[in-house]
């Protein structure tokens, strides 16, 4: 068995289950399981310190998003009344009374698929968002969903979308199955068929018994779960999520990710993603777009973001330089850091090299580890060195991105 | 929130099977904008009368109707027994009717409105296929309906007992009365359906809507009434402070007929009045504001501008982007 294989890539399984498995399985799975580094703390591009995700930079690339290396498979069915893109913005402007510049001249194109709408706050993601769903006029420039003019159109582009606000907008006084059927209705669906829909949306974001509780005695993850539901009941052809794990624990934030990973792969709705957490657009998009003071910064495929820094980092307790020797004598070209050596990751087979140096050394293994760049670094300048440490890297990612 | 819907919850969680039938397409017929804002006035009109939501919803509605329409039963039983009719069409009962109006206005249009600021549900409402004036247009219609209902229910009791009994004056004329009482009704439930949406809609919280527009309505009517008594006041010395004062119509002082314009009961009431003065179908009403005579256009144009400003500030408050 490859060490690969012996990682036992945990998350894999823990996004095909059911919600309550998926819980289980994160709170079973205990300090060495997928949450071991939710201890870590890791600074954002706004400057806020958060906890890390469970299963952070470990799962990317291996996870069921098949979209990674065939981006465009699962929303293929989108693509011919799209024409190939779910979104389009050409020069795209939003000033506020006061000249507040929101977005300036924004000109991107999002494929289906799930993409990450990245930036600080105040970068100007929900300005694009309320743009795209007609509720703000822009000032300059145009947007189109499915090709329709959000302008022009905006209706006909709302039956389509289906909307998460970053903000708390259940009523506490209804139940979860009350509210989602009356926002099915208002969706535009008849009586029974928003009954039906509501129950099902409930039931997929993973709320059974507990629908016919009153909302307000929900807890924070229970609420984000029914304003998931709301906007999937109308059962929409892009979804667009701002902020969608607000206000949630680390194992809450990974369970409401594999359900929007879910979502756009299994379901085959198109997502937006907007966050200014880059470890969870990294674990769940296929593209992202990172924008800042209202102006792209690039749009691409996630694995161009990250995918030429994958490394593996190798600990052990003692005998660092000879482990870097041997592996260096194997042609392996690895970089000896402070406490470990980090091997770039080729193929698979580095895995297996890396196991058989290791062992043949009899070297006290201690961490074996998927690392690379995180998005984060891409926006930050030269001092940015992360938490694995590797800033001779993040100086080349970010001339790249800018 | 059934007790047999919470059975049947519990009887699925202790099989516990879950079926993952995986996602399914919805494929079936999408309504319309128009539609879909029918739906919304029947759920705004439901919940105005606390339909669909919890027992405490409904007591509010519950006694404004059973308070409104006991004066009604009790004019059945007087004219079985062959009492004249107690109650008029034009009015009802005034301090009744401003009293339950006012005390379901000011708990129920929170009801609509101030709960979904409050909770932040509208940029919901907003995302999907309706346009901005459509939601308070709902609204407003909704909770017209419900005012209406709780105006003119009444009346249809009115009618109807007193048409039952052999002893009273006959179908026609009652016909004649109910058709302007109902048309007088209409007149009230647009206005003050419009006010209290519109006061209401500027807080979200709750309790404070309520108080605000209960006390828009108390408050304007009382200073109508001590207005109208100031105006009265010359005249009573004139007169002597004994006995009953009967004025006749034309020499009563303009402040005392333009009092009425600071309440929108009384300014409801001075049109209600001065069309009285014209039909024969209109008994005297019963309430406290004189017959404006020829300043009866002033009462028409109040009439205009409270609805209009009414619909100006809801339109206002939903045109705003940051409600969204």
């Given at each position: 068995?490859?060490l690969?294989?012996?990682r036992?890539?945990?998350?894999t399984?823990v996004?095909?289950?059911p919600?309550?498995v998926?819980?289980?399985?994160i709170a079973?799975?205990g300090?060495e399981?997928p949450c071991?580094?939710?201890g870590?703390?890791?600074?954002t591009v706004?400057?806020q310190v958060?906890?890390?995700?469970?299963?952070?930079?470990k799962?990317t690339?291996?996870?069921p998003?098949?979209?990674?290396?065939?981006?465009g498979?699962t929303g293929g069915t989108?693509?011919?009344?799209?024409?190939?893109?779910?979104?389009?913005?050409?020069?795209?402007t939003?000033r506020?009374p006061?000249?507040?510049?929101?977005l300036d001249?924004?000109?991107v194109?999002?494929a289906p698929?799930?993409?990450?709408?990245?930036?600080a706050n105040?970068?100007?993601?929900s300005?694009?968002i309320?743009?795209?769903?007609?509720?703000l006029k822009?000032?300059?420039?145009?947007?189109?969903?499915?090709?329709?003019?959000?302008?022009k159109?905006?209706?006909r582009?709302?039956?389509?979308?289906?909307y998460?606000p970053?903000?708390?907008c259940?009523?506490?006084?209804?139940?979860?199955t009350?509210?989602v059927?009356?926002?099915?209705?208002m969706?535009?669906?008849p009586?029974t068929?928003?009954?039906?829909r509501?129950?099902e949306?409930?039931?997929?974001?993973?709320l059974h018994?507990?629908?016919?509780?009153l909302?307000?005695t929900?807890?924070t993850g229970m609420?984000?779960?029914v304003?998931?539901?709301?906007a999937l009941?109308?059962?929409?052809?892009?979804?667009?999520?701002d902020?969608?794990?607000n206000g949630?624990?680390?194992?809450g934030?990974?369970?409401?990710?594999?359900l929007?990973?879910r979502?756009?792969?299994e379901?085959?709705i198109?997502v937006?993603?907007?966050s200014h957490?880059?470890?969870?657009i990294e674990?769940?998009?296929?593209?992202?777009?990172?924008?800042?003071?209202?102006r792209?910064?690039?749009a691409d495929t996630i694995t161009?973001f990250?995918g030429?820094?994958?490394?593996?980092r190798v600990e052990?307790?003692e005998?660092l330089?000879a482990?870097a020797d041997?592996?260096?004598r194997?042609g392996?070209?690895?970089?000896?850091?402070?406490?470990f050596?980090l091997?770039p990751?080729?193929?698979?087979?580095t895995y297996?090299a890396?196991?058989?140096?290791?062992a043949d050394?009899r070297?006290p293994?201690?961490?074996?580890e998927?690392?690379?760049?995180?998005v984060?670094?891409l926006?930050?300048g030269s001092?940015?060195?992360?938490?694995?440490?590797q800033p001779?890297?993040?100086?080349?990612?970010?001339?790249?991105v800018? | 929130?059934?007790?047999?819907?919470t059975?049947?919850g519990g009887?699925?969680?202790?099989?516990g099977?879950?079926?993952?039938?995986g996602?399914r397409r919805y494929?079936?017929?999408?309504?319309g904008?128009?539609?879909?804002?029918r739906?919304?006035?029947?759920?705004?009109?439901r919940s105005?009368?606390?339909?669909?939501?919890?027992?405490?919803a409904?007591i509010?509605?519950v006694i404004?109707?059973v308070?409104?329409c006991l004066?009604a039963v009790i004019?059945?039983?007087?004219v079985?027994?062959?009492?004249?009719?107690?109650v008029g069409y034009e009015s009802?009962?005034?301090?009744?009717?401003?009293?339950?109006?006012t005390?379901f206005?000011a708990?129920?249009?929170?009801?609509?409105?101030?709960?979904d600021l409050r909770?932040?549900v509208?940029?919901?409402?907003?995302s999907?296929?309706m346009?901005?004036?459509?939601y308070?247009?709902?609204k407003?219609?909704?909770?017209?309906a419900?005012?209406l209902?709780l105006i003119?229910?009444?009346l249809?009791?009115?009618?109807?007992?007193?048409?039952?009994s052999?002893?009273?004056?006959?179908?026609w004329?009652n016909?004649?009365g109910?058709?302007?009482g109902l048309?007088?009704?209409l007149?009230?439930a647009?206005?003050v359906?419009?006010i209290?949406?519109a006061i209401a809609?500027l807080?979200?919280?709750?309790?404070y809507a309520?108080?605000a527009v209960a006390i828009?309505?108390f408050l304007t009517l009382?200073?109508?009434?001590?207005?109208?008594?100031?105006?009265q006041?010359?005249q009573?010395a004139q007169?002597?402070p004994?006995g009953?004062?009967?004025?006749?119509?034309?020499?009563?002082?303009a402040?005392?007929r333009?009092a009425g314009?600071i309440?929108p009961?009384n300014?409801?009431?001075?049109?209600t009045k001065?069309f009285a003065?014209y039909g024969?179908?209109?008994q005297?009403?019963?309430g406290q504001v004189?017959?404006?005579?020829?300043?009866?256009p002033?009462?028409i144009?109040m009439?205009?501008v409270?609805l209009?400003?009414?619909?100006?500030?809801?339109?206002?408050?939903?045109?705003k982007?940051d409600?969204?």
């Open positions: 068995m490859s690969r294989q012996a036992g890539n945990p998350t399984k996004r095909m289950g919600w309550s998926i819980q289980n399985r079973s799975a300090p399981g071991e580094r939710s870590e703390v890791k600074a706004t400057g958060i906890l890390n995700d469970p299963n952070f930079m799962d690339g291996t996870g998003q098949g979209g990674l290396t065939d981006p498979g989108l693509a011919g009344d799209a024409g190939g893109s779910v979104i389009e913005t050409q020069l795209l939003k506020y006061g000249d507040v510049t929101a001249g924004l000109t194109s999002v698929g799930i993409t990450g709408l990245i930036g105040g970068a100007g993601k300005t694009l309320k743009i795209l769903l007609g509720l822009p000032t300059k420039g145009r947007a189109t969903v499915f090709a329709i003019d959000s302008e159109n905006a209706e582009i709302r039956t389509l979308i289906g998460m970053e903000h708390d259940l009523p506490p006084d209804v139940t979860a009350e509210f059927t009356h926002m099915g209705r969706s535009g669906l009586p068929a928003a009954k039906e509501a129950a949306s409930l039931r997929h974001v993973g018994e507990e629908r016919y509780r909302v307000g929900y807890s609420k984000q779960r304003k998931l539901a709301q009941v109308g059962d929409p052809r892009l979804l667009l999520l902020e969608p794990t949630l624990d680390p194992a934030r990974g369970a409401m990710l594999d929007i990973s979502i756009g792969t379901f085959g198109s937006v993603v907007a957490l880059l470890g969870e674990r769940i998009c296929d593209h992202v777009v990172a924008i800042e003071a209202g792209l910064l690039r161009s990250t030429a820094s994958r490394m593996l052990v307790d005998g330089q482990l041997e592996l260096a194997r392996l070209g690895p970089r000896r850091q402070q406490r050596v091997v990751l080729v193929s698979d087979a297996d890396v196991r058989d140096v290791v050394l070297a293994l201690s961490r074996l998927l690392s690379r760049h995180s984060e670094e926006f930050r001092d940015g060195a992360d938490a694995a440490g001779d890297y993040a100086t080349t990612e970010v001339s790249d800018r | 929130m059934s007790a047999d819907s059975l049947t009887a699925l969680s202790t099989r099977v879950i079926h993952d039938r996602y494929d079936g017929p999408r309504l904008r128009v539609q879909i804002v739906a919304l006035l029947w759920h705004s009109f105005a009368l606390g339909i669909g939501r919890g027992p405490k409904k509010i509605p404004a109707f308070a409104i004066p004019n059945a039983v007087a079985a027994r062959g009492g004249a009719q107690v009802y009962l005034f301090p009744l009717r401003v009293i339950v109006l005390v206005v708990v129920q249009a929170p009801e609509l409105v101030s709960r909770s932040r509208l940029p919901l409402y907003f999907r296929p346009r901005r004036g459509d308070p247009l709902a407003y219609l909704a909770f017209t419900a005012c209902l003119d229910l009444p249809l009791l009115l009618y109807l007992g007193s048409i039952a052999s002893k009273s004056n006959g179908i004329p016909t004649r109910l058709l302007a048309a007088i009704g007149m009230w647009v206005l359906a419009a209290g949406l809609s807080s979200g919280r709750r309790a309520t108080g828009f309505f009382i200073l109508s009434q001590i207005i109208q008594q100031v105006a006041r010359p009573l007169r002597g004994a009953p004062i009967i004025t006749p119509q034309t020499t009563l002082p402040g005392q333009l314009l309440s009961f300014t409801l009431e001075g049109i001065w003065g024969q179908a209109f005297h009403g019963s004189p017959d404006p005579g020829s300043y009866a002033a009462y144009v009439f205009v409270l209009a400003v009414s619909f100006a500030i809801l339109a206002a408050r939903y045109r982007a409600v969204a």
